[in-house]
């Protein structure tokens, strides 16, 4: 599960994304479920942002447009982090506050970035992959490559832990 703050912009473009990796990797639904929250219930039940939704499709990837598939802001709930193998939060803020709610599945919750081979050395907010719900066009831009430079170390975290299963 991606998780930001209010689930219209960053945890969703990183679903989106995560999942499209994920098929690509032989990894898809039927293997791996991801779906995205945010720890606020300020935008409960919005659709994806629209220059969120553009920077995808611009990018080439599919975004369901409307129906059931369609993507609606939720909040997370503590049973949500619990069940997850693998919570992804978009900055240490969020991460406190998944930890706070959900302290017996700390350990489950990771930083996005954290994934990106770009950003090691990074610690706490320099791993913040900042919001770009304030900013222009550009800065949607840098949110994707952000999530994109992080989805790859994603998918080979995920792979390892199931075979780690098997």
Do not use: K
């Not at 909040?75 to 969020?94: C, I, K, N």
């Amino acid at each position: 599960m991606t998780v930001c703050t209010g689930n219209i912009c960053r945890s969703p473009m990183a679903e989106v994304v995560l999942r499209h990796r994920l098929d690509e990797a032989g990894l898809g639904e039927d293997v791996v479920v991801v779906d995205s929250t945010g720890v606020s219930d300020e935008e409960e039940g919005n659709p994806m942002d629209r220059r969120a939704r553009r920077v995808l499709l611009d990018a080439g990837y599919d975004v369901p447009d409307g129906g059931a598939q369609a993507h609606r802001a939720r909040q997370v709930q503590p049973g949500q982090v619990e069940q997850r193998d693998l919570v992804l939060a978009m900055t240490a803020a969020h991460r406190r506050s998944l930890q706070r709610i959900a302290p017996s599945a700390s350990d489950r919750v990771a930083l996005w970035r954290s994934f990106d081979p770009a950003a090691s050395g990074l610690v706490g907010a320099g791993l913040d992959v900042p919001d770009p719900w304030y900013g222009d066009q550009r800065d949607f831009e840098v949110c994707l490559e952000q999530v994109e430079a992080a989805a790859d170390g994603v998918v080979e975290h995920v792979r390892a832990a199931l075979a780690h299963r098997v």
